[in-house]
């Protein structure tokens, strides 16, 4: 039946700081939550109506208490606000540079997930340890959460949008991986755990079983086609990278005609796109993250580029999520070695 | 009632002038009384509570061990959606101000009626109307997408019956705007001389600040349900992605009107609160005004904390931020009416009858309730608690442990009024007792669980939490004992209970100036009222007349 036990593993550099915000909360509870109910029970006992104590004068109200308690309330809410908002950026900030990126997707009633190197898995998730690592979650189907109690982090998983969340795990071991929204029937059987190793240890797993993870129990949604290029990495018994699975569909599915260094203007060149601001048409600028390179591959007309004609067809419904990630990965990687070059 | 000797019938309301006593069940059913239409609404009430506390029964003894044994997870599924759905929308919801508001608001202002008896009763049909429906989704498959409806699980996914419990969720809340309604007009123009609005008990003003909230916010609902069912029967693509939508846009809608629905739930029973408190510590209340515009207060902030239920959705960290704010300021009205509770029993003269341990319950359980929410306010906090038994613990502290503690202490206290009748002092001290202890047993274990990240809506868990599983299942059995005992104790009474005066309790109050029950038009003279509420003097020790102790 288990052990009573108060608090989970502190297994990452945010549980910590966390918990020190739950005990503060739970003191607080307690500074309030025992004193009234005190003060209850000795009213109860000392103006009972069977004892003669002096009733007299009752005071109907005070503007000096009434105004110090509640600016006294207000002043420990806003202290409790302050302190969680600011950890509150610290967890769903934007990644800080240098995280190691790895795709998860959920769909009813898994996680997958795809690490950069190429090695895919199901409700199971290696990281290196004392290393910053970034979820790029999408999900297939309804939403999902994806929450690992261990490091205090939980973030919904949406279809047809990323969502990201980062951590840094503490401890080497083995963690529950939960799903939190309600998704369905098997909602309750949808987890897994995570596997936090040495840097060494992950590098070495990275690369065992080379291609080994069958076909059918990579995510595909029915009825689309099943992809074709990043099998191919895997049937020579070489795990190809996310990036360079990524460029085999580039290639396979005709992007390169247009956006590649043929393409002679008729799209705009994706290398250094990646975190760059982009120029719109309609005189707005933004930043090109994950989400607005997954929309301008499925639906191009909503975000369109100053300068260019709208030409590109949506790749909704041709494309699945791996796919999509791969894109992303291919696309991110030029952006690294333009870096380098420049 | 053979037995006593009852005043001639036409003298209280069981006794409809225009039908006679014959036809009693056309008397009933034609009423306009709004005495006679809170007894509707009670029964029709009651029953749903029955059937979801029957539901939640299911969920508790599933839990008991780790694996989905006792039911499957699809079963399991149904069960606690369709627990969540009644509870919040056939129970909680209408619970206070269409029974026992019903009754005593016209009572407490000293007018004859509501402003719309007409429109009163259609409420309670409406309201009928939308109970059919949801038993008829009960009995036809049940539903699994959990009390929210999440998109697009609730559109795309879900093969249960979406519909018919949406189209039973969107008539209820037409009986619940028409209930508001009535109870602003009441309010604003049926006052008896004399009574201004700062002469008014504060369950009045409570049940105002309730209202309001009813007009605003329920016709979102209405409009998100139609959204709902637009996409899921013609495909138009406003929530799910696939078709173009957006699925946290479902959740902003849904929230808008369901947060401030909590305070639907939980004015009304703090409107109860301050009636038995004052009464039973023979004292005038603490802050009067306080209290009274912290029900506004509460109202109005409740309309802009929605997105708390959004921390980890996506929505924008500053949106969260601004969110959390508003949830801080909002909790401090509510910790203003318990510090002035506490503050209304010091130079008391306090008596232990049953509705006051029920109004002390709901106090102990309150406070935690409250402070828990800070937990959930706090962003960061909210990110590690969000979906786990940690809500699930705080939320029944404050429904159950707040709006139920007080919705049953509020029974007892006018259960003369409204029958005629004494109940057991002795048995309502004994269930009051038995609800507080079990239901502290079967929900704080709960908040370990969160913490633990035990999250909800699982129908199989690891073995690691079962310990606190078996704890609250076993304070749940304590629980449905404490909630068993009222319900025979009270009918006995209705039977063998000695016969009430008009005033049991000694309380201030028009309604306790008129007889048990009251005459079908209330009151034969119509009241003038010279003095502020809760004239109570602490000092006086003979004025205090409980009665029933059978």
Not at chain 1, 39 to 51: A, E, G, N, P, T
Not at chain 2, 466 to 476: D, E, K, M, N, T
């Given at each position: 039946m288990g052990?009573?036990?108060?608090?989970?593993?502190?297994?990452?550099?945010?549980?910590?700081?966390?918990?020190?915000?739950?005990?503060?909360?739970?003191?607080?509870?307690?500074?309030?939550?025992?004193?009234?109910?005190?003060?209850?029970?000795?009213?109860?006992?000392?103006?009972?109506?069977?004892?003669?104590?002096?009733?007299?004068?009752?005071?109907?109200?005070?503007?000096?208490?009434?105004?110090?308690w509640t600016f006294g309330l207000l002043g420990i809410a806003l202290g409790i606000f302050f302190w969680s908002s600011y950890l509150y950026f610290d967890i769903y900030r934007p990644a800080p540079a240098n995280t190691l990126d790895i795709y998860v997707t959920g769909r009813q009633w898994m996680w997958h997930t795809?690490?950069?190197?190429?090695?895919?898995?199901?409700?199971?998730?290696?990281?290196?340890?004392?290393?910053?690592?970034?979820?790029?979650?999408?999900?297939?189907?309804?939403?999902?959460?994806?929450?690992?109690?261990?490091?205090?982090?939980?973030?919904?998983?949406?279809?047809?949008?990323?969502?990201?969340?980062?951590?840094?795990?503490?401890?080497?071991?083995?963690?529950r991986i939960f799903c939190t929204e309600y998704c369905g029937t098997e909602h309750a059987a949808m987890g897994g755990r995570v596997v936090v190793m040495e840097l060494a240890d992950y590098q070495r797993w990275l690369r065992e079983d080379l291609g080994v993870i069958p076909e059918s129990a990579a995510p595909d949604t029915s009825g689309r086609p099943s992809q074709p290029p990043s099998a191919g990495g895997e049937s020579s018994g070489q795990l190809s990278t996310m990036a360079a699975a990524g460029q085999q569909i580039?290639?396979?599915?005709?992007?390169?005609?247009?956006?590649?260094?043929?393409?002679?203007?008729?799209?705009?060149?994706?290398?250094?796109?990646?975190?760059?601001?982009?120029?719109?048409?309609?005189?707005?600028?933004?930043?090109?993250?994950?989400?607005?390179?997954?929309?301008?591959?499925?639906?191009?007309?909503?975000?369109?580029?100053?300068?260019?004609?709208?030409?590109?067809?949506?790749?909704?419904?041709?494309?699945?999520?791996?796919?999509?990630?791969?894109?992303?990965?291919?696309?991110?990687?030029?952006?690294?070695?333009?870096?380098?070059?420049? | 009632m053979s037995s006593?000797?009852?005043?001639?019938?036409?003298?209280?309301?069981?006794?409809?002038?225009?039908?006679?006593?014959?036809?009693?069940?056309?008397?009933?059913?034609?009423?306009?009384?709004?005495?006679?239409?809170?007894?509707?609404?009670?029964?029709?009430?009651?029953?749903?509570?029955?059937?979801?506390?029957?539901?939640?029964?299911?969920?508790?003894?599933?839990?008991?061990?780790?694996?989905?044994?006792?039911?499957?997870?699809?079963?399991?599924?149904?069960?606690?959606?369709?627990?969540?759905?009644?509870?919040?929308?056939?129970?909680?919801?209408?619970?206070?101000?269409?029974?026992?508001?019903?009754?005593?608001?016209?009572?407490?202002?000293?007018?004859?009626?509501?402003?719309?008896?007409?429109?009163?009763?259609?409420?309670?049909?409406?309201?009928?109307?939308?109970?059919?429906?949801?038993?008829?989704?009960?009995?036809t498959g049940g539903i699994d997408t959990g009390w929210t409806f999440y998109t697009p699980y609730s559109t795309t996914y879900a093969n249960t019956g979406v519909i018919p419990m949406g189209i039973a969720i969107f008539i209820a809340g037409f009986s619940s705007i028409l209930t508001g309604l009535n109870f602003i007009v009441t309010i604003h123009k049926m006052r008896a001389p004399g009574m201004t609005w700062f002469r008014m008990p504060l369950f009045v003003w409570s049940h105002y600040a309730t209202s309001l909230i009813q007009v605003l916010g329920t016709p979102v609902l209405a409009m998100t349900v139609i959204l709902l069912a637009l996409e899921r029967i013609f495909r138009i693509g406003i929530f799910d992605p696939q078709l173009g939508g957006d699925p946290?846009?479902?959740?902003?809608?849904?929230?808008?009107?369901?947060?401030?629905?909590?305070?639907?739930?939980?004015?009304?029973?703090?409107?109860?609160?301050?009636?038995?408190?004052?009464?039973?510590?023979?004292?005038?209340?603490?802050?009067?005004?306080?209290v009274a515009f912290s029900s506004l207060a509460i109202a109005i902030f409740g309309f802009l904390v929605w997105g708390h239920h959004m921390f980890t959705s996506s929505q924008s960290v500053f949106a969260g931020m601004v969110f959390s704010l508003i949830s801080f300021v909002v909790a401090v009205p509510s910790a203003i009416k318990v510090f002035n509770w506490t503050a209304t029993m010091y130079k008391g003269r306090i008596y232990y009858e049953a509705p006051m341990l029920y109004a002390l319950g709901f106090l102990g359980l309150f406070i935690i309730g409250g402070l828990t929410g800070l937990f959930l306010a706090a962003t960061a906090m909210d990110v590690h608690l969000h979906d786990t038994y940690f809500v699930v613990a705080h939320f029944h502290y404050i429904m159950v442990g707040g709006t139920l503690?007080?919705?049953?202490?509020?029974?007892?206290?006018?259960?003369?009024?409204?029958?005629?009748?004494?109940?057991?002092?002795?048995?309502?001290?004994?269930?009051?007792?038995?609800?507080?202890?079990?239901?502290?047993?079967?929900?704080?274990?709960?908040?370990?669980?969160?913490?633990?990240?035990?999250p909800r809506r699982y129908?199989?868990?690891?073995?690691?939490?079962?310990?606190?599983?078996?704890?609250?299942?076993?304070?749940?059995?304590?629980?449905?004992?404490?909630?068993?005992?009222?319900?025979?104790?009270?009918l006995l009474s209705l039977k063998f209970g000695p016969k009430a005066p008009s005033n049991p309790w000694g309380a201030t109050g028009l309604e306790w100036t008129t007889t048990s029950p009251p005459p079908t038009h209330n009151f034969d003279k119509t009241p003038v009222v010279t003095e502020e509420a809760y004239s109570y003097n602490p000092q006086d020790p003979g004025i205090f007349r409980a009665q029933g102790k059978w």
């Open positions: 052990e009573f036990q108060f608090y989970p593993e502190q297994a990452s550099t945010i549980a910590g700081p966390i918990d020190a915000l739950y005990w503060t909360l739970t003191g607080l509870t307690l500074l309030f939550s025992i004193p009234i109910p005190f003060v209850i029970l000795y009213f109860m006992v000392k103006y009972h109506h069977s004892r003669t104590v002096d009733r007299g004068n009752p005071s109907h109200t005070s503007m000096k208490l009434e105004l110090g795809q690490h950069p190197q190429g090695k895919r898995e199901n409700n199971e998730l290696h990281v290196p340890v004392n290393t910053r690592v970034r979820l790029i979650m999408t999900s297939q189907d309804v939403i999902h959460s994806f929450f690992i109690p261990a490091f205090r982090v939980k973030r919904d998983v949406l279809p047809g949008r990323y969502t990201t969340m980062w951590f840094e795990a503490t401890k080497t071991g083995e963690y580039f290639i396979a599915q005709g992007c390169i005609g247009c956006h590649g260094q043929q393409g002679r203007g008729r799209a705009p060149s994706l290398a250094g796109l990646y975190g760059a601001q982009v120029q719109l048409e309609n005189g707005q600028t933004l930043t090109a993250d994950e989400n607005y390179i997954r929309e301008s591959i499925l639906n191009p007309r909503a975000q369109i580029v100053a300068g260019y004609p709208p030409i590109m067809p949506p790749y909704d419904g041709i494309l699945n999520d791996q796919q999509i990630n791969e894109l992303i990965e291919y696309i991110r990687s030029l952006t690294s070695e333009e870096g380098t070059t420049r | 006593i000797s009852t005043p001639r019938p036409q003298d209280n309301f069981y006794h409809d002038e225009k039908y006679g006593f014959r036809p009693w069940l056309k008397s009933w059913l034609l009423t306009t009384d709004h005495k006679r239409i809170g007894i509707l609404y009670m029964f029709a009430i009651n029953f749903f509570f029955a059937i979801g506390g029957l539901l939640a029964t299911g969920i508790r003894a599933e839990l008991v061990t780790p694996a989905a044994d006792m039911v499957n997870s699809e079963v399991y599924n149904r069960i606690f959606t369709s627990h969540g759905i009644i509870m919040i929308f056939f129970f909680l919801i209408p619970s206070i101000p269409a029974t026992l508001g019903n009754f005593l608001i016209p009572l407490m202002i000293g007018a004859k009626d509501l402003a719309f008896p007409k429109l009163n009763l259609l409420s309670w049909y409406i309201f009928m109307l939308a109970g059919f429906f949801a038993l008829y989704t009960l009995f946290v846009l479902f959740q902003h809608l849904f929230w808008f009107y369901s947060h401030p629905a909590v305070y639907i739930m939980l004015l009304p029973g703090m409107a109860i609160i301050s009636e038995l408190i004052t009464c039973f510590s023979r004292k005038r209340i603490f802050g009067y005004k306080f503690m007080a919705y049953i202490g509020g029974l007892h206290f006018w259960w003369p009024k409204i029958t005629g009748r004494m109940y057991s002092e002795i048995w309502g001290r004994i269930s009051a007792l038995v609800v507080f202890a079990g239901f502290n047993l079967a929900f704080f274990p709960q908040f370990i669980l969160g913490q633990l990240g035990m129908s199989s868990y690891p073995e690691e939490f079962q310990i606190y599983h078996v704890l609250s299942s076993a304070g749940s059995s304590i629980l449905a004992i404490g909630y068993a005992l009222p319900v025979v104790y009270l």
